[in-house]
């Protein structure tokens, strides 16, 4: 790890020549100057839909520290995740790289080797670069290690998010539906039980180990409704095997108070300079099991509570950047890395409660769809220094862009040919101007790219079920290319008949992007 790191600045170094010197003299302090950099925190929620907050329309649950925090800044209402699922979308987020030029990046296994690898340019090393500490903290799903399925747990990872910018971090290797079922601190497994070695396998049970399965009488906590019938951790069925932890397991309840409390103490830690940290939240994602606190704190059951556990970790962050006197000059962002699933694996009884609640408010569609519901997600900028409170912007906006504007905020210098596809939109990002992207690319789980506008959304013909079975989520998949009118949000008409020329240009967005693709080398690919 030391050698990747050390390879890695060293190349870095060169790379920003020009940054250095005043990177050093940040380092040996300059407080004053260096202090009036804001801290950046990106707060990322899983899974949660744009109708899951009050603040954005929800009514059978309460979100009243989102709420504030939209009241303090901008609702942004036209916000784009990049893809429909979680890998994909983090890493367009993370590199500003779409993630269909980059093999490797759909819904990675939690034995996955590092998808972004020490070459990139992350969000973490711009901010590094302008003399930050860095963080991650939560849900990671990008790949721990240097190879797929390699790791060995029981020691330091060879290759780990210090090794792309992060000074510092705590998180799930994956998913908290897939194992391993611990996390990583500092490249190791955090409270390591070495009486308990672990062993991950996404092919094979190990010897006696028990699976939800077999032995269903052993999912005390959650039944499965489809798939996570593999090793029983905590009574709950997951994707993957393992074997060991001990100690080190979680505790599903835990999850949310864990990294709640590592978010915080990320932030004392670092009160005195600037910092940014990547605070991705397990909720809303499936297996849904907040602590018993938030139980019954709606009436739509495990998943309702599981915003409100959201809720109360916004709520945290937010409390302790006011108690150390940092709220003033902390720009928070918050968002989501796709739509809304209800049924998303397991017997929560999410569909059965939800009411007329709609996750993906007035959108199409959810999670794993080309319909709007998949990729557009809930969005608060608030930063009370800068940003005017109370205010609400339309502005179409795309994920991919953050690392740019966020790059261009702090001054970080970007290395050529880094973060390809992001786009320096600050002033939009900060609700000082209203100007649209020109189009934003939206990808499904089938790898569909469809191209919206303010108008119009374009969704190429692909194959595929038009119903995902097991969330039974609308695809969007057709063998038609499919033009809808965003006039009215609900994708319901398709008019790409009437409106040829508007399929064309369309198409012609996507063809531009691809094309791009053709002659711009990722980096790892050398
Ligand atoms: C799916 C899982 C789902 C969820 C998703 C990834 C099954 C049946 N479904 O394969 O539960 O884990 O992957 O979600 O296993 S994401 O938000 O992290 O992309
Ligand atoms: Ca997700």
Known sequence: MKKTSLLRYGAMASALLPVVPALAKAKK???TTNRQQPNVIIIYADDLGYGDLECFGATRVQTP???ALARSGIRLTNVHAIAATSTPSRYGLLTGEYAFRHPGTDIARGNAGMIIRPEQFT????????????AAIGKWHLGLGDRDGEQDWNAQLPMHLGDIGFDYHYIMAATADRTPCVFIEQGHVANYDASAPIEVSYTQNFEGEPTGKENPELLFNLKASHGHNQSIVNGIGRIGYMKGGGRALWKDENIADSIAAHALGF????????????LATNDVHVPRFPHDRFRGKSPMGLRGDAIAQFDWTVGQVVSELERLGLRQNTLIILSSDNGPVVDDGYADRAVELLGDHRPAGPYRSGKYSTFEGGTIVPAIVSWPKRVKGGQESDALISQIDWLASLGSLVGARMPKGSAPDSQNRLGTLLGEEKEDRPYVLEQAANHTLSVRTREWKYIPPSKGPAIISGPGIESGYSREPQLYDMRRPYEQENVSLQHPDVVFRMQAYTEQERNKGAS????ISK
């Not at 090393?125 to 860095?134: I, L, S, V």
């Not at 932030?267 to 990547?278: A, K, L, N, T, V």
């Open 29 to 31: 302090g300059n407080p």
């Open 123 to 134: 969000m973490a090393d711009a901010f590094k670069n302008a003399g930050y500490a860095t």
């Open 520 to 523: 711009y080398t990722s980096p």
């Open 65 to 67: 520290n989102v709420n």
């Open 267 to 278: 932030i004392r830690e670092h009160r005195e300079e600037p910092f940014f940290m990547y």
